[in-house]
């Protein structure tokens, strides 16, 4: 009993190291995808670096309900790989040790990652998703230029439609500026002008564009009659559409709600349609992905024991082709489920049944020194690639 309790002890603090390692760098990769709307945040819509570093804090909810189930998965395989590399399995099993008996570290460290994962998904990420929602509002109404971009057609002004050739992001100059303001009743004016400044009272939701050296063409449809001026200077005045009066108007969707509010629209709705189900699939897929950490975690096991004779990196990528493929039976669950096509259900936990049971029969057949398929992986990999190649 003395000899399990250190051993489930070193396999614990074997599996910590890993597991916080894996949580930093897959976040950080999942970040990286975002670096386009990062960078467009910054440069087209001026926002400070401050308020850009919040809406990604707010957005890592999102990724951690993914990270930690991957990251559990990725920490057990690597261990057990180099448990099994420095022939340390052999030893324990020399001395009596099964498989088995060095399961509940493993149990325990999947139970935490579960543990956090469904905090994550039930508090963390409806409390992002509604954050950033709110930030938005709160950028809207503090930003004067929010929304603008080069060669892009801006709609957010009332009844007024705004195109920018070129925004000078040091000075806020605004180059080539086409306007088309549709404010006045059965009257189309459009305005050309070569420079434009942009200022205002975000708290109103008032701005004042400023223009030099253009023309304004005005079209009556009632008298179709045209007429056309000069200017060297003009001033309008734009009214921002404006948002919900109250932050509380802030529309949900089904990510966005905790869990009493989805059981709550669950339970109101009337009709069976495409609402109703993507809140039911929210409401299982809070508890699903969590427990995908046991069957991922039990998975890695055998994983990494019979990946003792293919090179590490082989084992690393094949539990990620595993990792891949829940994640595609997940995806799968989710499009069929919204439409009503499957059980919501049934799309959310038959990836955790499929690889919680090639994970329990891997690791029986690995209590019994059988070896499976894994081992001749590496081989038939080089034979169909070389095939492809000649």
Known sequence: MKINSIINRYLFKELAPPFLINTAFFTFIFLMAQMLDITNFIVNYNMSIFTVVLMIACSVPYFLVFVIPMSVMISVLLTFLRLSSDNEITALRSLGVRIYNIMPPVLAF???????????????????????????????????????KERTFVDGFKDVMLYINKIDIKSGLLVDVFIEDQRTEDIVSTIVAQRGRLSGNPENFIWHLKLYNGAINRVDLKSRSVNSIDFDTYDIILDIKKPDSSLRKIRKDAKAMSLSELLAHISSSKKKDTKFYSALMELHRKFSIPFACFALGILAVPLGIQSKHAKRS????????????????????????????????????????????????????????????????????????????T
């Open 314 to 389: 082989f084992g690393l990528v094949t539990g990620l082709v595993f990792f891949l493929l829940y994640y595609l039976m997940l995806s799968a669950g989710l499009v069929f489920g919204e439409t009503g096509t499957c059980p919501p259900a049934l799309g959310m936990w038959l990836p955790n049944i499929v690889m919680g049971t090639i994970g329990l029969y891997l690791l029986f057949k690995t209590e019994g020194q059988q070896t499976y398929l894994i081992k001749l992986l590496p081989g038939f990999v080089k034979r169909f690639f070389l095939k492809q190649i």
């Open 110 to 148: 999947c139970l935490i990652g579960c543990v956090l994962t469904f905090f994550t998904a039930a508090y963390g990420l409806p409390w992002g998703r509604l954050a950033y929602k709110k930030m938005v509002y709160q950028v809207k109404r503090t930003s004067a230029d929010i929304g603008l």
